[in-house]
Nanobody, 116 residues
Framework: QVQLVESGGGLVQPGGSLRLSCAAS????????LGWYRQAPGKQRELVAA???????NYADSLKGRFTISRDNNKNTVYLQMNSLKPDDTAVYYC??????????WGQGTQVTVSS
């Protein structure tokens, strides 16, 4: 059974930082492209960042420089370091693991709220 379990969300003031973690089980973690997506109320889910099995990273243009994705294959965990947070970053953040359309999994999401 595949599980992706996110943690690290919460309430943070504008300008603050959070680090999200996603622990995976039931998959050969090192083979997967890992990603973070987010969905704000009334908006579509959007890609935040992704890292391939080879370590290549990709970011939403609007988030480059503030967010950093990383993976630890020894711990089966992917991270999202978020700095200089803004109220517009408020959303549910989802972890995603993908090899192909058949091996494509989502976590349950973690809420990030940026507010003073």
């Amino acid at each position: 059974q595949v599980q992706l379990v996110e943690s690290g969300g919460g309430l943070v003031q504008p300008g603050g930082s959070l680090r999200l973690s996603c622990a995976a089980s039931g998959i050969i973690f090192s083979r997967y492209t890992l990603g973070w997506y987010r969905q704000a109320p009334g908006k579509q889910r959007e890609l935040v960042a992704a890292v391939t099995s080879g370590g290549t990273t990709n970011y939403a243009d609007s988030l480059k420089g503030r967010f950093t994705i990383s993976r630890d294959n020894n711990k089966n965990t992917v991270y999202l370091q978020m700095n200089s947070l803004k109220p517009d970053d408020t959303a549910v953040y989802y972890c995603h693991a993908r090899i192909d359309v058949y091996r494509n999994y989502w976590g349950q999401g973690t809420q990030v709220t940026v507010s003073s």
